[in-house]
């Protein structure tokens, strides 16, 4: 009894921590969002009508929409996320994508996926490339074209260009929907009481408020 018991809790344990890994397995080969509900699709993936798969084609399946850089901000990024909501073809199938441009002196600032893990695949050009782990240690190298780093999930992560030359990152995620967190935003865009920042950080509401300006009206930066 007590064997059986334990081979049940363990067999439970393993399952749960599988699921809890990345996005639900699907149930059938693949699920193009119908168009009709396309409201819902944007923020509620997980109960989407399928299209017929009778009416479904192989355009379905592609996506052109990252043959060329997006629009850089002011800190010299560019990001194209290439998830259901954009390309249909990828919904219930637990993955999604980025390209990422960095110009000379750009930098992808400090953030994490709360629920993905992301490999970045450098397409052309040399980035410094790292990640803070939860003892706060930081895991940072430059990497260039042909190379590939890891960014466990939930870990801030960054990436800054090197050189004269401009960069391009493929990054892909084990999630459909990774989400993203940009730490500046988080501190001093989401409305987090002056008071609590003045002592946490130690910078006057002066400098508070400089912060909150930036991120409303961003400067740009000096080329390095």
Do not use: W
């Not at 390209?99 to 992301?118: C, Q, S």
């Not at 052309?124 to 190298?141: E, I, L, P, T």
């Amino acid at each position: 009894m007590f064997p059986i018991l334990g081979f049940m809790l363990s067999t439970l344990s393993l399952h749960i921590l599988t699921a809890s890994a990345s996005d639900p397995d699907p149930l059938q080969d693949f699920c193009i969002p119908n168009t009709e509900f396309s409201s819902t699709r944007t923020t509620r993936f997980n109960i989407v009508t399928c299209k017929n798969p009778k009416e479904v084609s192989p355009e379905d399946f592609v996506f052109s929409g990252i043959k060329s850089p997006g629009n850089f901000s002011d800190t010299g990024f560019s990001a194209i996320s290439v998830n259901p909501v954009v390309f249909p073809g990828l919904n219930t199938l637990g993955m999604s994508l980025v390209r990422a441009d960095l110009k000379a002196g750009g930098i992808n600032a400090p953030h994490f996926h709360p629920r993905a893990t992301e490999i970045a695949y450098v397409v052309q050009g040399k980035v410094y490339s790292g990640f803070v782990d939860s003892k706060n240690r930081v895991f940072a190298k430059i990497i260039e074209q042909g190379e590939v780093m890891v960014f466990p999930r939930g870990l801030v992560h960054f990436q800054m260009k090197v050189g004269k030359s401009p960069a391009t990152i493929l990054g892909s995620f084990n999630s459909q929907n990774p989400g993203t967190h940009k730490i500046p935003n988080i501190i001093f865009g989401s409305g987090v009481n002056d008071e609590l920042l003045e002592k946490a950080f130690g910078l006057s509401l002066e400098q508070i408020s400089v912060m909150r300006r930036k991120l409303i009206f961003p400067k740009k930066q000096s080329k390095f």
